[in-house]
């Protein structure tokens, strides 16, 4: 049996004068009526509740009034009840008008049936009884009437509250909004977002039909306010019918709700005001009345008459510790909307005592919202309440779960090598958190003074509040980002920001020179890799191998060491990673190391028959402008191999010939499978090219280059003509004579040549050249030259006519040269001879 020692506390506690002072009343609008107490005695219940909150009033209850006043109020006049019935077929009367009774004594009166609406009536200066039948009995129509004027309370109650309460959430307001626009029959769409006085002039613009042709900004003088209300004043006066101005883009709304509600009515409008103790503060209006005419204020409640609500809890059910948040509920409409009268809300756990919580209806959708207290500890609860004196409870549970910190939220791997500065709108993944709270991201770059912060889209995998999230999908447009440092700002539902590091890469680098291609069998390469932004590469890797990357800081180019294992099947395709600064995994070329055949060997290579010249070589030296023949033995040459002819000199002539292929003097010969026969004309290069030739199996391989021989270009003597005897000086005749520096009768002595030879009038490819030789003596007459830039004597095949000694002198004559195979000092190189690398 329910204990009555609450009763006997709650009724000491609303004496007339409270030992406890009440606060001062504050009225949007009108003024202080005064502070009463109506209250609901039930039989078999220990605890009177508040009318304002009552579901059901019914046959044997009683209903209570208290006066509350302040120190040194007299509260005058007499006070009175109207009760409509809930089934006026069942109790054959309209409705009914209690005793007027003192107001300023405690008072009772008994409930004769179950009842649909109750009106309190005040009159200051005493109700004439035969006056308020008169009025609240003339038909019908006017039991709808009040029945109406009681629904109307309630929502501009619950739109004052919502609007004065600092503790309003922006969701209470806005529902508020909602319910009063509802209720006055207003079929208008309310923009969430825009500012709540915005809202209020949209939903006073459609207030009621009858005013569908009033002009809000008429220019009457009875319709001018000179200082603009709060909204919650606005709504109270509206209420109440004096004129009241609402600033909304330089114009004033002037209403009037009272001829509407009651046209020609000697009532008043009482609006109540929630006051400690669940005890009603009443305003109204206080100007004065016509002459002989007593006011009356009238407040008016309906009862729903239901029974216990039947409530689901929905989804979106996990809510943090000290944050106001809404539930997601489904409730039949006749009970929702009266949802608000519950009392005594609490949150269950499943161990330990009930929580008190306060609870607020939202609506559109249907919602309750309700304040988490702080330090909640996380673990699952039951919402429930009292429906009067009857406990209930929502269908479903609470989770409660502590809002995250973001310590450790961070962009997947992939996400990071994903957010690269201008690439347009990117997909990433965040993880590291619970993101079941955020309502708001926005990203700002660090350090720029400058900045603003943009808004990221974003989604969470089952949406806000409906358990735990381990991800969260958002989107960044990086088309206008740098590259650089910037945070994500997460917003949850206790309005925080938490900021978390980002870092937008720079574009990869890019390589534009793969593959590269390795020959089976060889386990040793060294390649330079071109493209750009080269410089952010920090580490390559292989498989099957090892990449070394030298330290550059060249962007464009970057030298490569790959040490491969000699196993690798020919065909093979390897891809190479490249690590960079700022991304956790690595770039991956693919079929950047391809492993072909055996590199083309050549294991010899013979040069032809040399031509007899002038002037001897040297071994591995070939003449210039000849026409030479080489035969070529090598290891692995395919069908589409080819021989490359270069120079060691930079920017030399290079010739390329495939197998089969002639063109002019030049032509390349397969003998054998192993064997090539090569023709080429040294003309092509310049004096003192080092040539070598490089065998290529297509793009694949290449073979080691092989040097061929050093190319010389030699003068041609045909003749030498010396002076007589004992006079100095001597003559060359032929051809290629610039190539000769200094000249002499050993290797040992050499004369300088003093100048340039001349050409021979007539034949224009034929020269002489003057050169002060010293007499040759009979054992020393062959001709030794120099030739330019080179500091050993080549032997000639010039010899000079010299007569013996003691013999008369002969006259100057032209020398000639001695058959080559007797008068060469030094042979070229035999026919067939190999010319070393």
């Not at 100007?287 to 029974?307: I, S």
């Not at 499943?350 to 939202?362: H, M, Q, Y």
């Not at 310590?407 to 996400?415: D, G, P, R, W």
């Not at 010969?669 to 065998?695: E, H, K, M, R």
Request: net charge neutral.
């Amino acid at each position: 049996m329910p204990s009555r020692l609450p009763w006997l506390a709650l009724s000491l506690a609303f004496l007339p004068v409270l030992a406890a002072p009440m606060p001062p009343l504050v009225c949007p609008a009108g003024a202080p009526i005064g502070n009463v107490d109506l209250r609901v005695i039930s039989a078999g219940n220990a605890e009177p509740l508040p009318l304002r909150t009552i579901n059901r009033l019914q046959e044997g209850d009683r209903l209570q009034y208290r006066p509350i006043l302040r120190s040194g109020e007299e509260r005058k006049g007499k006070v009175s009840l109207v009760l409509v019935p809930a089934n006026r077929d069942a109790t054959g009367g309209k409705l009914l008008i209690l005793e007027p009774k003192d107001a300023k004594k405690v008072q009772e009166w008994n409930v004769p049936w179950r009842v649909g609406v109750v009106g309190f009536v005040y009159g200051p200066s005493g109700l004439n009884e035969g006056k308020i039948k008169n009025f609240l009995s003339r038909d019908d129509e006017l039991v709808a009437q009040l029945a109406d004027y009681a629904e109307k309370t309630a929502q501009t109650e619950a739109l004052i509250s919502a609007l004065s309460s600092p503790n309003s959430s922006s969701a209470l307001v806005q529902s508020a909004l909602q319910g009063f626009s509802s209720q006055f029959g207003i079929n208008v769409q309310l923009d969430k977002n825009a500012p709540a006085n915005q809202q209020a002039m949209a939903l006073f613009r459609n207030l009621n039909p009858a005013i569908a042709s009033y002009d809000p900004i008429a220019p009457r003088a009875s319709q001018q306010v000179g200082q603009t209300a709060s909204l919650a004043t606005s709504v109270a006066a509206l209420f109440f019918g004096s004129p009241v101005g609402l600033a909304a883009g330089g114009t004033a709304m002037v209403m009037e709700l009272r001829s509407i509600a009651f046209p020609k009515a000697e009532f008043r409008s009482l609006l109540s005001q929630t006051m400690p103790g669940d005890a009603m503060g009443l305003c109204g209006r206080v100007d004065p009345a016509a002459p002989h005419t007593k006011v009356a204020y009238l407040w008016a409640a309906r009862l729903p008459n239901l029974g216990l609500p039947d409530i689901y809890i929905k989804e979106a059910n996990v809510l943090p510790p000290g944050v106001k948040s809404p539930l997601p509920v489904t409730a039949a409409d006749d009970e929702w909307k009266f949802i608000d009268r519950a009392r005594t809300w609490a949150l269950e756990p499943e161990t330990g005592l009930p929580i008190p919580v306060a609870v607020n209806k939202l609506n559109d959708p249907k919602q309750l919202e309700i304040q988490m207290p702080s330090g909640l500890k996380p673990g699952k609860y039951q919402l429930s309440g009292r429906w009067d004196w009857d406990p209930f409870k929502l269908r479903g549970d609470i989770i409660v779960r502590d809002l995250a910190n973001f310590q450790h939220a961070k962009l997947t791997a992939s996400s990071q090598d994903l957010l690269v500065a201008r690439t347009g709108k990117v997909p990433l993944t965040l993880v590291g958190a619970d993101f079941e709270f955020v309502k708001k991201i926005e990203v700002e770059k660090v350090n720029d003074k400058f900045a603003s912060p943009s808004t990221v889209p974003f989604v969470l995998p089952r949406g806000v509040r409906q358990g735990d999230q381990d991800h969260m999908d958002i989107q960044l447009n990086t088309i206008d980002m740098d590259p650089g440092p910037y945070r994500l700002k997460l917003t949850q539902v206790d309005d925080r920001e938490h900021a978390v590091p980002l870092h937008v890469l720079p574009a990869p680098p890019q390589v534009e020179n793969l593959p590269v291609t390795l020959s089976q069998g060889v386990g040793y390469t060294e390649f330079t890799l071109r493209g750009q932004r080269l410089d952010l590469i920090t580490g390559l890797e292989v498989s099957r191998g090892k990449a070394e990357l030298t330290p550059s800081n060249d962007p464009t180019s970057r030298r490569v060491i790959l040490r491969m294992a000699t196993d690798i099947d020919a065909g093979t395709s390897l891809a190479l990673k490249a690590f960079t600064n700022g991304r956790t995994e690595p770039l991956t070329f693919s079929d950047a190391v391809r492993v072909v055949g055996p590199r083309p060997r050549i294991t010899e290579l013979r040069v032809s028959q040399l031509p007899t010249t002038d002037v001897q070589l040297d071994r591995g030296e070939l003449p210039a402008s000849v026409n030479l023949g080489t035969m070529i033995k090598a290891d692995h040459l395919q069908s589409n191999s080819v021989v490359k002819l270069t120079c060691t000199q930079p920017n030399s002539a290079v010739v390329t010939l495939r197998l089969g292929e002639r063109s002019g003097q030049m032509s390349l010969q397969q003998l054998a499978p192993g064997q090539l026969f090569l023709s080429f004309d040294t003309g092509v290069w310049l004096n003192g090219c080092l040539l070598n030739a490089t065998i290529l199996n297509g793009n694949e391989s290449e073979s080691d280059p092989y040097g061929i021989g050093r190319i010389v270009r030699l003068p041609h003597v045909e003749s030498l003509t010396v002076a007589a005897v004992g006079v100095p000086g001597a003559t060359l005749a032929g051809q290629n004579l610039e190539t000769i520096e200094k000249a002499g009768w050993s290797d040992q002595e050499g004369v300088e040549v003093p100048g340039l030879p001349l050409p021979v009038n007539g034949e224009w490819h034929k020269q002489t050249l003057e050169i002060p030789l010293p007499p040759p003596s009979p054992e020393q007459t062959q001709l030794y030259v120099w030739l330019r830039g080179e500091s050993k004597a080549r032997p000639t095949r010039i010899h000079a006519q010299v007569a013996p000694r003691g013999a008369p002198a002969a006259t100057p004559q032209a020398a000639q040269g001695p058959p080559a195979a007797a008068d060469q000092a030094q042979t070229p190189p035999k026919a067939d001879a190999p010319i070393g690398q």
